[in-house]
């Protein structure tokens, strides 16, 4: 039996993410499926954690203020940690964008690095911000995706699945964002820990006794990387609000409240602020998407 193209591969992966959109996909921030149906730009989009995003049709482009990268069906993004910028999605040929991307977080990170630690040496490392999608990361996408349909989710199952992923990316060369090391900005240290629960009242009180800092000395830390307690804050709700945004049908008022704003239109002006759009325009952008899976009555 002949094995299918990259071209059928795409295709099939296309029907799967449409079937998962709405799900809970996101709920442990692992895996993202995204559609969009007309341009959609978003400034100042902050990763925390290494991204691996697959385009399955139409395109995407990103900037920041050293590098830059566009793509098409058939490429993957690998972007680093603590990494800011401007993303830039859309149709291509007459074909809507779908997407998906999966994170790798410290304990993944860690798990590979014990397992195959030996073997970085013998690996290029060099970094790659786009690169074509290869048979065996098309199969893995694939995999995911049929494992986020099944509930409850496999924790094992899902730390077995990133790490085999990793090693697919590292013997083809493309692992190289993911894997060297680099310095972990206080941006960094308190976003994660925000994500646990964004709609928690933070106090800077609790945080300083989890890093083992006084207050003035975290907030001078904060404002020499040009940051403020708040403002992170403030940042991690947005982000996890435009997350809710691409990955569920929930509305604007249900994602205001899921990521701590009591106020719907306090969160659309702050988030149009950072994003450049308000969430309204966002889902409209978004929910063509929705009226094509509806079932036929």
Not at 1 to 11: N, V
Not at 49 to 66: A, D, H, N
Not at 220 to 246: I, P, T
Not at 266 to 277: C, K, N, P, T, V
Request: glycine share 6%; with cysteine; hydrophobic share 40%.
């Amino acid at each position: 039996m002949m094995a299918p193209s990259k071209e059928q591969m795409l295709k099939e992966l296309v029907e799967q993410a449409k079937s998962c959109f709405g799900q809970d996909v996101h709920q442990d921030r692992a895996l993202g499926v995204y559609h969009c149906y007309s341009l959609l730009a978003l400034k100042r989009v902050y990763f925390s954690v290494p991204t691996l995003t697959l385009i399955m049709s139409g395109e995407k482009e990103f900037y920041g203020e050293t590098i830059s990268g566009r793509a098409h069906a058939g490429t993957l993004f690998l972007l680093p940690h603590d990494l800011e910028i401007t993303v830039s999605t859309g149709p291509k040929d007459g074909q809507p964008h779908h997407g998906a991307s999966v994170r790798f977080g410290p304990e993944e990170l860690s798990h590979f690095k014990q397992v195959y630690g030996h073997k970085l040496s013998s690996w290029d490392l060099k970094p790659h911000w786009t690169a074509p999608a290869t048979i065996e990361v098309l199969q893995a996408f694939s995999d995911w995706l049929k494992l986020y349909s099944r509930k409850p989710l496999d924790p094992e199952l899902l730390l077995h699945r990133k790490v085999e992923l990793l090693l697919v990316l590292a013997k083809a060369g493309l692992a190289g964002n993911f894997l060297v090391g680099q310095d972990e900005s206080w941006r960094l240290k308190l976003t994660r820990l925000f994500l646990i629960d964004p709609a928690r009242d933070w106090k800077i009180s609790e945080v300083c006794k989890r890093f083992l800092q006084s207050e003035s000395s975290l907030r001078r830390r904060l404002k020499d990387e040009g940051h403020s307690f708040r403002d992170l804050l403030a940042e991690v709700r947005l982000d996890a609000g435009m997350a809710l945004l691409q990955h569920s049908e929930a509305s604007v008022l249900e994602v205001a409240d899921a990521v701590g704003y009591r106020s719907a239109s306090r969160f659309s002006e702050r988030f149009r602020a950072r994003y450049g759009l308000a969430p309204s325009e966002m889902k409209a952008r978004i929910d063509t998407a929705a009226v094509t899976r509806r079932p036929q009555l």
